[in-house]
């Protein structure tokens, strides 16, 4: 069935309705609405067929709808307006980031504070360093006639090092052509590109070594993740009990039980090759637990290698425009703060020496 502009309009009238009122809307309510002229028959009719679709839920017989998953999926690619912050908003939003944050860890529960006062959501605020350390050498130095000593040097100045045993008969020669192998396709790469396509290529192009390629490859892969762990904050998990979804006490303890470090922890993997905003819609979370829930996150700029994410968690009839509009001014003023300023120009007078007249 084709989803039409009429329909579309309904759609966003709904999702937009039940975002202000957590209550179910009706076609009634529709009718009201100054931009709608269509008769209340021909908005029954639609808001029966998009729950057909599947855009749409009804709670009971004889209530009126509520948005589904992907009800509020095609809001959020398609039919939500944008929404511009007021003059208020983003002095506030201004006077709360200019507040100078020395330490990440810091500046991630301050960061999290801040978002979650914003939106009146639970937040979260991590930095990583994923994808920034590589690998810059590799060593092998033999360590007596049946071991080898593997060292690494990273892009970070940091060295990792592990002892090999060797196969039976493995030669310097051999040694030195895997030194080289090595050195030719394993470095400046990620743990991301360490794919079982290039483990093949690498133990063909080592040859009579070939066997210790796996052993680097999962060592070197674990060094690298070691360095690009990711430090997290959680701010506002209370925030979710004003929401009406959350009244039930049953409900609400579910969902409070999971809004910590250790169930979010996906989130910023999720981001780590996304630009702009992203937008999880209940099943589309990663977590079981998140599954009733919403997630929209956005990144920022920190600076020396690191990466930062903010995001809030909360229910499906959240105020998409509205919360993405903040999350974006905030993911903006974050960078532009942690933008390292250029070097001012030296005085005249200390550019070159004073003339006499």
Do not use: C, W
Not at 93 to 108: F, G, P, S, T, Y
Not at 278 to 301: H, R
Not at 325 to 345: G, T, V
């Amino acid at each position: 069935m084709e989803l039409t502009e009429r329909k579309k309009k309904v759609l966003r009238s709904v999702v937009d309705l039940y975002i202000r009122t957590a209550e179910p809307v009706g076609s009634k309510a529709i009718t009201e609405l100054p931009d709608m002229k269509y008769s209340s028959a021909t908005i029954r009719n639609e808001m029966a067929e998009l729950t057909t679709m599947g855009y749409l839920e009804q709670p009971h017989t004889s209530a009126g709808r509520v948005p589904a998953a992907a009800g509020y999926r095609l809001y959020v690619d398609e039919l939500m307006a944008d929404y511009r912050l007021s003059l208020d908003e983003t002095q506030s939003i201004n006077i709360a980031i200019e507040e100078k944050m020395q330490r990440v860890d810091k500046m991630l529960e301050k960061v999290a504070k801040l978002v979650s006062q914003a939106t009146d959501l639970p937040a979260i605020s991590a930095a990583s360093r994923h994808g920034s350390t590589t690998v810059r050498r590799f060593e092998l130095i033999a360590a007596d006639v049946s071991s080898v000593i593997l060292v690494i040097m990273l892009s970070d100045e940091q060295v990792a090092n592990k002892v090999i045993k060797l196969p039976v008969q493995t030669l310097q020669s051999d040694l030195q052509v895997l030194s080289a192998v090595l050195n030719a396709t394993m470095t400046g790469l990620t743990p991301d590109d360490f794919t079982a396509d290039l483990l093949e290529r690498v133990m063909n192009a080592a040859g009579a070594a070939g066997a210790l390629v796996p052993v680097i490859m999962e060592f070197t892969a674990e060094v690298l993740r070691g360095h690009g762990s990711t430090n997290m904050a959680v701010a506002g998990q209370m925030r979710l009990l004003g929401q009406p979804e959350y009244r039930d006490v049953d409900k609400a303890q579910k969902i409070m039980s999971t809004l910590d470090e250790e169930a979010l922890s996906n989130l910023p993997a999720i981001m780590q090759n996304q630009n702009g905003t992203k937008v999880l819609v209940g099943p589309e979370n990663v977590a079981q637990e998140l599954k009733d829930t919403s997630v929209v996150m956005t990144k920022f700029d920190i600076g020396d290698g690191m990466q930062g994410m903010i995001g809030v968690v909360g229910p499906t009839r959240m105020d998409y425009a509205k919360v993405t509009a903040r999350l974006s001014y905030f993911a903006e003023s974050l960078s532009k703060m942690f933008a390292k300023p250029e070097q001012a120009a030296l005085p005249q007078s200390a550019e070159e020496p004073h003339k006499e007249a």
